[in-house]
Structure formats: C-alpha cells, structure tokens
C-alpha cells in the first residue's frame, strides 16, 4: 500500500485524523466532506496513494473500476435516494485546471434533494 507522509487523505485512511466514515474495504474508504457542496457529499478515496487520474497506470484499472461500481451503494449508505427519482452525481477532479485541491485520487460522490449546484 503506498503512502504519502505529507498527504492529508492518506493520514485520514490512517486514522491520524478523524473522518465521518461512510464505507470501507481493503481497498477504498468513503467518508462526508468537511465542506459539503450538496445535501449528500461524499468523498470516495483508494487506499493507496495514486495523485490523480492523470498518467495513472494500468496497474489501477481495476481499482479504478471498482470505485465506480461501488458508488451506488456507497451513495446510498450516505442518503442519496435511488431510483431515477433520486440518483447521485460523481465527479473526479485532476491536475490544476481540473480544480483539484487535494493531491490524492477522491470520487465526489454529491445527491439529495435538489435545487443544489456544486461548482
Ligand atoms: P478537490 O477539489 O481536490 O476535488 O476536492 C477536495 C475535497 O476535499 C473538498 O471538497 C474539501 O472540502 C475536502 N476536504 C479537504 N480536506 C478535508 C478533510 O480534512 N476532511 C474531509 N472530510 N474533507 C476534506
Ligand atoms: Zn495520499
């Protein structure tokens, strides 16, 4: 598993700083947002330290893969409603024009009752 020293999301999978858990499994850890831009936000993170999608390596292909089959699940164990009444938005952001704050892979997985805009 590796890890980044100075990487804040690394230290929350560590434990050294408290997170609102969601999910977790031997490969990724969910847990809310601390600045929430919608009703549900949630931030679905691999356990290993990967920067972004950019350059990322065939190695995490199915890693990749299986955030994006568990976001259904985890959307709902955060509230998100199912059904086409309901449903989640997932957003990945990369690399400085992507607007990426924190420099280690993250899912937003945002829902709930709308009208909500997340930028
Ligand atoms: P980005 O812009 O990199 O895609 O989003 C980073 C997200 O991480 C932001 O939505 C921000 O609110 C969230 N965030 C940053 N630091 C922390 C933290 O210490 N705990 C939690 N739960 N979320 C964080
Ligand atoms: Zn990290």
Known sequence: MSTHADCI?????????????????EELLAFHDIRPAAPVHVLVVPKTHIVNLQGVGAEHHALLGRMLGKA???????????????????????????????????MHIMGGPRPWRAG
Not at 9 to 25: H, L, N, R, T, W
């Open 9 to 25: 999301f690394c230290k929350i999978i560590a434990g050294q700083i408290p997170s609102k858990k969601v999910y977790e499994d």
């Open 72 to 106: 259904d699940e985890i959307a709902a164990l955060a509230g998100c409603r199912p059904g086409a009444e309901g449903g989640f938005r997932v957003v990945i952001n990369n690399g400085a024009d992507g607007g990426q704050e924190v420099y280690h892979l993250h």
